[in-house]
T-cell receptor
Framework: ETGVTQSPTHLIKTRGQQVTLRCSSQ?????VSWYQQALGQGPQFIFQ???????GRGNFPPRFSGLQFPNYSSELNVNALELDDSALYLC??????????FGQGTRLTVV | AQKVTQAQTEISVVEKEDVTLDCVYE???????LFWYKQPPSGELVFLIR??????QNEISGRYSWNFQKSTSSFNFTITASQVVDSAVYFC????????????FGPGTRLSVLP
């Protein structure tokens, strides 16, 4: 039990649509990161939020965006979905002096 | 650019055997942190171990041990007396911070421990 909850667990969307994935972190975890994990590959860093501000971004286009809220929840939004966006999306949160704790992920399928 | 390589795609062992997972990394940073995470079928990544770049002392923690060699940029992970519950995908990861952020993950090694 990591204390990081992601919803939904599975999602099917059509190419071109928009999707919002949600993550709920432990109290005090003011840093949240999102990762994309394609089938059979390692997770790839999308971006990170610290105190509601984006403070790091990987090699992902602007149609991947996020929000972090004061209640330690966060969102990943993806616009104009493409087939290659099909993946497991992982949220990781941590406090000032803790390791990163990962959620179980949201499996997104784009058809 | 940072990169992590795990040359072993899949490994199968019989229960109680020892198994070593290989990891080679690339970074230009002088200070960095290496991690091993386990991903069971449920999907979440579970933290196993962490090592910083200025401490090459190898350690043992229960059934886990690791061998960090800066000269060869390797950070290998060994499970002693493997158990069926160890079956999972194992990821080696590199981070610029002690507690891990902006991880660069390797492609993973799928470990199957057979009864």
């Amino acid at each position: 039990e990591t204390g990081v909850t992601q919803s939904p667990t599975h999602l099917i969307k059509t190419r071109g649509q928009q999707v919002t994935l949600r993550c709920s972190s432990q109290s005090g975890h003011n840093t949240v990161s999102w990762y994309q994990q394609a089938l059979g590959q390692g997770p790839q860093f999308i971006f990170q939020y610290y105190r509601e501000e984006e403070n790091g971004r990987g090699n992902f286009p602007p149609r991947f965006s996020g929000l972090q809220f004061p209640n330690y929840s966060s969102e990943l939004n993806v616009n104009a979905l493409e087939l290659d966006d099909s993946a497991l999306y992982l949220c990781a949160s941590r406090g000032p002096y803790t390791e990163a704790f990962f959620g179980q992920g949201t499996r997104l399928t784009v058809v | 650019a940072q990169k992590v390589t795990q040359a072993q795609t899949e490994i199968s062992v019989v229960e109680k055997e020892d198994v070593t997972l290989d990891c080679v990394y690339e970074t230009r940073d002088t200070t960095y942190y290496l991690f091993w995470y386990k991903q069971p079928p449920s999907g979440e990544l579970v933290f196993l171990i962490r090592r910083n770049s200025f401490d090459e002392q190898n350690e043992i923690s229960g059934r886990y041990s690791w061998n960090f060699q800066k000269s060869t940029s390797s950070f290998n992970f060994t499970i002693t007396a493997s158990q069926v519950v160890d079956s999972a995908v194992y990821f080696c990861a590199l981070s610029e911070t002690n507690y891990g952020q902006n991880f660069v993950f390797g492609p993973g090694t799928r470990l199957s421990v057979l009864p």
